[in-house]
RNA sequence: GGGCGCAUAACUCAGCGGUAGAGUGCCACCUUCACACGGUGGAAGUCGCAGGUUCGAAUCCUGCUGCGCCCA
């Protein structure tokens, strides 16, 4: 693109887009190597939220590459070693649930008739085959990630890092082994964690049963929603202040059904005032039932297998799954006469998040980490300060997470993972935890070892990611250079769904496993620098323009490559940009998409405009500079009036860009760059020049001093708004440079440095007269189309000005009048103007003339409307002006500005009336 | 049940103690040689409800109503 005839006349995104972001991938241009000696820039480390390796790119992706985006191309533009680090993750259970289902619709090998070897070797396949769906995705989003350093969470590097951090958390005697209630998944026959269980409201059924007393004196009745774990019962509790069974505390039941006979115990946990207040115990099946069972000494009977089919051999409900023994339970209870009573209950059934099964709890044999000296460290790294949340609210509830956090669960019954590095042993049943393959068992030294089949939950990878990256542990017991450059990060940015799930566990896992490494000068680190990260930034939800959270069961999911496809890369970017303030959820509107592709087409017609004009200079001889220094130069002191004043409005706009970005307001960021570009930019200084411009040969100093302006403002702008649209930026950013014969100083905009509100000239007279003369401009539109003059018929005007400036600065810019309103003359009054045609502002009157008769109704209703306003106005002011707690207590500035805005409201008042009168007379 | 958040123009959202704002949409006019994905002008809100604090409240506090989320 160098001409402007060259170019199309609407802006097409997919003309230009893909080719970029191929550029910026194949240039290398975000690779950050490690810093030389003595290179000290400032550094600025994200890491990417690796998603799932199965995922495909959603919304909230999009939103959160964006951001980050956004800032890391900001933080390198001005002058930091920006460093954003992408990779993936392996995602244990969604994946190996993916190869599952592809071996499963291929044909009929399942997983297990593979075996665990094979199986893995598939799923590696797989992963190498479809692995870079999503980072292709994200190359199309623009991220200026450093793609030298993309991982994976299983890549050699950081799998031997993951048993490390394993190995010493049990050398340092937190991780456990032990059978304990877990949330099983009898579908994808695993234990799950805590947060990967969701809660679902069903109707259910409260069943009252008979329990009769082994010493036939009497019976008791107990409420459960699951009678078929009543063969698991190990007691019945009721609460030690219930008068009505205090007396059976101790006695022996005959459960019914098997006949076994269960206590009477006495515990808090039955509450009086559900059901019948005697609650049935059953520790292997319930995590509350698990915890009365230690309180009581009681034995955990377990009774489902794995696949949550009842296993007691020998019974006839052996085989049954569990829904099946229910229906038979209660069956059986029915026709013994035990059923007491049957009801409707409201219950909340704990679901799998992965697989939308009903979770089983269930005891058997897991691996913990025991939480709270790492949640100690991590609460007091957020308390201290060490870790900033925005929006702020987020830490109230990481706290309360923390506060009440359990132990975590950690092994996983898949294959797909991290194995676990333990062995177990077959002679002595004593378990060996090793970085490396054992021979022998450490206990008793026999070789009948085997290594432990379960792999690590996938969080425990991803939450050593921040110092994992960098190379821990260090090879060769040295800090590696990427670590003493780059730990700790300097932001994450997420949603804040993972907050517990990975948030917090990098910040325990890091706070933990960094505070051993000395910084790299040697000294030893404190929690300050210990931390993963130094600020959280958690965004929004991106929604569906109803609202509505989107999933693909509802079908309402916007695939953000096809809204790219359809309105661009950069408008769907500023889209998310602009509606991106904290604490609410965006609901994503097309409507809004379709509104920045219009901005999109503005940017590049702008560039149409301005090759067009270098066009014509060329043609003219004259010379046509771009000079991105020389905006803040003295030069400038001479220009015309709006030259000045765009000036001072780019320096104020980007002062406001970069302490927008800073407070990680993105939306008054993009918000602000559209405002100077559209509405001041575009809407008054390009008319303007085109009043200048002047290729004729007579005023070729003014014509080069503003095409210049217009270039290198321009040219700002496009640095301005590069983090937020880099497609287009770049591509008008090196045409523009070509267009006026110079080479581009910066393989991209990218590299090029973010404006400072400093480097152009501020000119405060300039703004004040602009705004007048906008002001006088408005006006004179407004009354030109209210007496209805045509929109090619210039008018001469006529001005009153109190004030000597202003009626000075009508009378030297009537060229400026002559374009913007078709002014054909001005003429100074020597008195207050009123009557037709006439409008009156705080600094002057004008009038416009022009022999068509007005519409005198709709005149009349105007004045009267705004009569009414001021009148409104007016009263405000003068009762709160006779207020005396007002003008005591109320700081100055407030009183004068209300005095100020009396009088100007008092004559705007009086001419209002004036006029009316006029139009009455 | 515990905790957190949100209610502002038709829609989507800013503003969060000193006279109500933006984008989209709407109405009218304009094919002016960068752009009709454009230009110009205009209409449109007792800032959920009720109290309180204050000279002054959309903005702070309390309660209520209605939504939403998180944890039990």
């Known amino acids: 693109m160098a001409g402007a005839n060259e170019l199309a006349k609407a802006y097409d995104p997919s003309a230009i887009e893909e080719k970029w972001a191929k550029y910026w991938v194949e240039q290398r241009l975000f690779d950050t190597p490690v810093p030389a000696a003595g290179d000290h820039a400032k550094a600025f480390t994200m890491l990417l939220p690796p998603p799932n390796v199965t995922g495909r790119l959603h919304m909230g992706h999009m939103l959160n590459q964006a951001e980050m985006d956004i800032l890391t191309r900001w933080h390198r533009m001005s002058g930091e070693r920006a460093l954003w680090v992408p990779g993936t993750d392996h995602a244990g259970i969604a994946t190996q649930m993916m190869v599952e289902k592809q071996l499963a619709a291929e044909g009929k090998t399942t997983r297990k008739e593979l075996g665990r070897e094979a199986f893995t070797d598939k799923v590696w396949t797989w992963k190498k085959q479809y692995g870079g769906a999503i980072t292709e995705q994200m190359r199309r989003l623009g991220a200026s990630v450093d793609w030298s350093r993309e991982y994976f969470t299983m890549d050699d590097t950081l799998s031997p890092a993951v ?12 991780v456990y082994r032990g059978a304990y209630i877990v949330n099983w998944d009898p579908k994808l026959q695993t234990a799950v964690s805590d947060l990967e269980v969701e809660s679902e409201e069903r109707i259910g059924k409260l069943y009252h049963v008979r329990y009769p007393l082994a010493d036939g004196s009497g019976s008791i009745v107990v409420a459960t929603t699951r009678p078929e774990t009543m063969l698991g019962d190990t007691a019945v509790a009721v609460n030690p202040t219930d008068e009505r069974y205090i007396a059976l505390v101790g006695k022996m039941l005959t459960l019914p059904l098997t006949g076994r006979e269960i206590p009477i115990v006495a515990d808090d946990w039955a509450n009086p005032e559900f059901g019948t207040g005697a609650v049935k115990v059953t520790p292997a099946h319930d995590p509350n039932d698990f915890a009365i069972g230690q309180r009581h000494s009681l034995p955990s009977l377990s009774i489902l297998d794995q696949t949550a089919k009842v296993d007691l051999p020998g019974s006839k409900y052996h085989g049954l799954d569990r829904f099946e023994a229910r229906e038979q339970v209660v069956a059986d209870l029915e026709a013994f006469g035990l059923l007491v009573a049957v009801k409707d209950h409201a219950m909340t059934v704990p679901v799998s998040q992965r697989s939308g099964s009903v979770i089983e709890p269930r005891l058997s044999d897991q691996w913990f980490i025991k939480i709270q000296p790492l949640a100690d460290k991590a609460i007091e790294a957020v308390k201290e300060g060490h870790i900033k949340f925005t929006p702020e609210m987020y830490a109230k509830t990481y706290f309360e997470w923390m506060g009440n956090i359990h132990d975590w669960c950690i092994s996983r019954q898949l294959w797909w993972g991290h194995r676990i590095p333990a062995w177990h042993c077959a002679d002595c049943k004593g378990i060996t935890v090793a970085r490396t393959t054992p021979a022998v068992c450490s206990k008793c030294g026999s070789a009948e070892i085997t290594q432990e089949t379960d792999v690590l939950d996938t969080w425990f990878s991803s939450g050593l990611l921040p110092f994992t990256v960098f190379g821990w542990p260090p090879p060769d017991g040295q800090m590696t250079k990427d670590m003493a450059a780059f730990y700790p990060t300097d932001l994450l940015v997420t949603g804040f769904d993972i907050l517990f799930f990975w948030v917090a566990r990098m910040i325990m896992l890091s706070c933990h496993f960094m505070l051993d490494v000395p910084m790299a000068d040697g000294t030893p680190r404190t929690l300050k620098d210990a931390v993963p990260f130094r600020e959280v930034y958690i965004h929004a939800l991106v929604r569906d323009a109803n609202r509505e959270k989107m999933s693909k069961t509802k079908g309402n999911v916007i695939d953000p490559i096809d809204i790219i496809k359809r309105f661009g890369t950069d408008a769907v970017r500023f889209t998310l940009a602009s509606m991106a303030s904290p604490g609410t959820d965006i609901a994503f509107s097309e409507a809004r998409t379709e509104g920045y592709r219009a901005f999109a087409n503005k940017i ?16 003219a001889g004259i010379a046509t500079k771009l ?23 780019l320096s104020h706009t980007t002062n406001e860009v970069n302490q927008s970005l800073k407070d990680y307001r993105f939306d008054e960021a993009a918000n602000a760059i559209y405002q100077f570009f559209w509405g001041e930019f575009c809407d008054w200084y390009l008319e303007l020049a085109k009043v200048r411009l ?59 440095r973010f404006p400072l509100g400093s480097e152009f000239r501020g000119d405060a007279v300039a703004v004040a007269d602009m705004t007048m003369l906008q002001e006088l401009i408005v006006s004179v539109r407004g009354l030109r189309k209210e007496m209805g003059v045509p929109e090619k018929e210039a008018t001469p005007i006529v001005v009153f000005a109190t004030d000597a400036p202003v009626a000075t600065l009508a009378s030297t810019n009537a060229d400026m009048l002559a374009k913007m309103a078709r002014v054909s003359g001005v003429t100074l009054a020597q008195t207050a103007l009123s009557g037709n045609g006439t409008r009156s502002t705080p600094g002057f009157d004008v009038q416009v003339l022009y022999e068509r008769v007005i519409d005198v109704p709709a005149e009349r209703e105007r004045l009267s409307k705004d009569l009414a306003k001021y009148e409104m106005g007016l ?28 009088t100007e409201t008092k004559l705007l008042f009086d001419k209002t009336r004036a006029a009316l009168d006029a139009l009455n007379r």
Request: hydrophobic share 50%.
């Open 694 to 752: 002047d290729f004729g040969g007579t005023s070729n100093a003014a014509t080069e001093l503003t095409l210049g302006a217009l270039i290198s403002v321009y040219e700002a702008a496009l640095r301005l708004l590069s983090p937020f649209m880099p497609f287009i930026t770049e591509e008008i950013w090196h045409a523009l440079y070509a267009a006026v014969g110079m080479p581009s100083p910066a393989k991209s905009i990218a590299l090029t």
């Open 163 to 174: 048993i490390e951090a394993f190995v010493r958390l049990h050398e340092q005697g937190l």
């Open 627 to 649: 000079c991105a220094p020389c905006l803040a130069s003295e030069i400038w002191a001479e220009a015309p009036i709006e030259t000045r004043w765009i000036l001072a409005r």
């Open 604 to 619: 590049w017609n702008v560039a149409r405009f301005i090759f067009m004009n270098i066009d014509r200079a060329k043609e």
């Open 875 to 902: 009263q405000a002011a003068e009762k709160q002006l006779a207020n005396e707690a007002f003008i005591g207590k109320a700081p100055a500035h407030i009183v004068d500005g209300l005095k100020k805005q009396a």
